[in-house]
């Protein structure tokens, strides 16, 4: 889409954040040696702290510069999200999973990919490990991913969107499946080129509340030749299906019934991987 903002010579040549002043945004950006205050951001998607991404700026009429903005989709409203949350019920007793394009919005998987830039240059991501308690160890010979927990009850601006569809999706799969779904972990995952996770299942052997599971994927014009898909499982284990780690894809299974892989990747993957989990063993 395109926003019209007003135009001002001169001015810092940095970036800086957003500033909140009332109910509007002016972000500051540099385009060639102008500086341009881009308001009303309410006609924008999401919240108010956020990067915008610019695909031209143009001159037009009258002091004003014309920034062109990727298209993105639509903002959804409540009644296409309880029915998308509808579906994914119905997959998951067809099927036993569900895959949905376009969950979020693609700024709100950028601001996501933003913050977990952030971890990652920060340190903050850590080589993620196999097993449970005792018994966890980190060992690249089965999966090369780096992770960084977060909070569901208090997320950040950037996952707060996601987890609030998480949210209505928990108690509309326990209202539709009556799963018992009480609370949900999740953390960033960072694949480097070449990194992998072999074949596991994401139910533990000795602890069952784990038990349905999603992953939004968080990378941005994800190619098939640049590898790095979910290999899924299916009731018998010569049948499989591939799921590209497309931006904006949530991919929701039963944690308890497919084993799964991550392929190799040429390039750096990333996504926010996820469970549902029960105070007791699921019902499903």
Known sequence: FTLLVPFMPGGNSELEPPLPI???????????????????????????????????????????????YPS?????????????????ANALVDSGYAIVPDFMLAVEIQDMLNELECLRESRHMHLAGVGQGAERVSTTEVR???????DFENPSLACSGYFSRL????????????????????????????????????QFQNDSHRTVTCILYLNRHWKNADGGQL?????DDDTYIDIEPTGGTLVVFMSSRFWHEVLPAGRDRFSLTGWFKTRSEALF
């Open 231 to 235: 290999r899924m499982y299916l009731d």
């Open 144 to 150: 090369g991913d780096f992770i960084s927990w977060l």
């Open 72 to 88: 993105y989709s639509s903002p959804v409203t409540l009644s296409t999200m309880e029915a998308c949350y509808e579906a994914i």
């Open 22 to 68: 009332s109910n509007r945004t002016v972000k500051r950006l540099r385009a060639d040696d102008s500086m341009l205050f881009a308001c009303e951001s309410r006609s924008l998607p999401g919240s108010l702290y956020r990067h915008y991404q610019v695909d031209r700026i143009k001159p037009s009429s009258e002091g004003f510069l014309l920034l062109q």
């Open 167 to 202: 949210k209505a999706l928990k108690q509309s799969l326990n209202r539709s499946l009556m799963l018992g779904l009480f609370d949900f972990e999740g953390h960033y995952a960072a694949y480097p080129p070449g990194a992998f996770y072999k074949r596991h299942l994401d």
